[in-house]
T-cell receptor, first 111, second 114 residues
Framework: AQSVTQPDIHITVSEGASLELRCNYSYGATPYLFWYVQSPGQGLQLLLKYFSGDTLVQGIKGFEAEFKRSQSSFNLRKPSVHWSDAAEYFC?????????FGAGTRLTVKP | GAGVSQSPRYKVAKRGQDVALRCDPISGHVSLFWYQQALGQGPEFLTY????????KSGLPSDRFFAERPEGSVSTLKIQRTQQEDSAVYLCASRRQGAWETQYFGPGTRLLVL
């Protein structure tokens, strides 16, 4: 069955520390991969996406993600977290117009 | 247009009542999606339109849910005889066309069924 897994429900990091949010997917072929962020009361905003080519993709707000086919992973990273990054992060996979989201990882940033 | 808009932003319904949720996609966007997001969960796909054609409705949870996009622009998600388990945020997204394009999400309609 097609699925997207975000193993970490909640992560807390200190401001200025590095961040990595994990995402694993289960699909037959390489789907299109996305990371979205959702702040309280806000809509989903696209951070970055991967379709093909370079496996390291750059996004907005200093985020990047690396696609690893052998691990079926698409982890999101940021070298230095800002307090404004506190939000819910969703990994998503689009397989033939069927977008599936992970359950999300809630990021808390400590001052 | 500026972005995807949805109305109403909040809806309180009594159990058994019918509700209609509206989505105005970005002008010129061919594809339109509806999702249901329960509290503390990720969005779950409900249905997908390409222009006025509903190409996938596999995510609609029951026959009480009905979506339409008669002129290929505005879409309405209708829920008949609402139940408490229908309480969720309903998100609409639009996209220019292909799956490689970005889906732009609206702010959602928060439905509470009492």
């Amino acid at each position: 069955a097609q699925s997207v897994t975000q193993p970490d429900i909640h992560i807390t990091v200190s401001e200025g520390a590095s961040l990595e949010l994990r995402c694993n997917y289960s699909y037959g072929a390489t789907p299109y991969l996305f990371w979205y962020v959702q702040s309280p009361g806000q809509g989903l905003q696209l951070l970055l996406k991967y379709f093909s080519g370079d496996t390291l993709v750059q996004g907005i707000k200093g985020f990047e993600a690396e696609f690893k086919r052998s691990q079926s992973s698409f982890n999101l990273r940021k070298p230095s977290v800002h307090w404004s990054d506190a939000a819910e992060y969703f990994c998503a996979v689009d397989n033939n117009n069927d977008m599936r989201f992970g359950a999300g990882t809630r990021l808390t940033v400590k001052p | 247009g500026a972005g995807v808009s949805q109305s109403p932003r909040y809806k309180v319904a009594k159990r058994g009542q019918d509700v209609a949720l509206r989505c105005d996609p970005i002008s010129g966007h061919v594809s339109l999606f509806w999702y249901q997001q329960a509290l503390g969960q990720g969005p779950e796909f409900l249905t997908y339109f390409q222009n006025e054609a509903q190409l996938d409705k596999s995510g609609l949870p029951s026959d009480r849910f009905f979506a339409e996009r008669p002129e290929g622009s505005v879409s309405t998600l209708k829920i008949q005889r609402t139940q408490q388990e229908d309480s969720a945020v309903y998100l609409c997204a639009s996209r220019r066309q292909g799956a490689w394009e970005t889906q732009y999400f609206g702010p959602g309609t928060r439905l509470l069924v009492l």
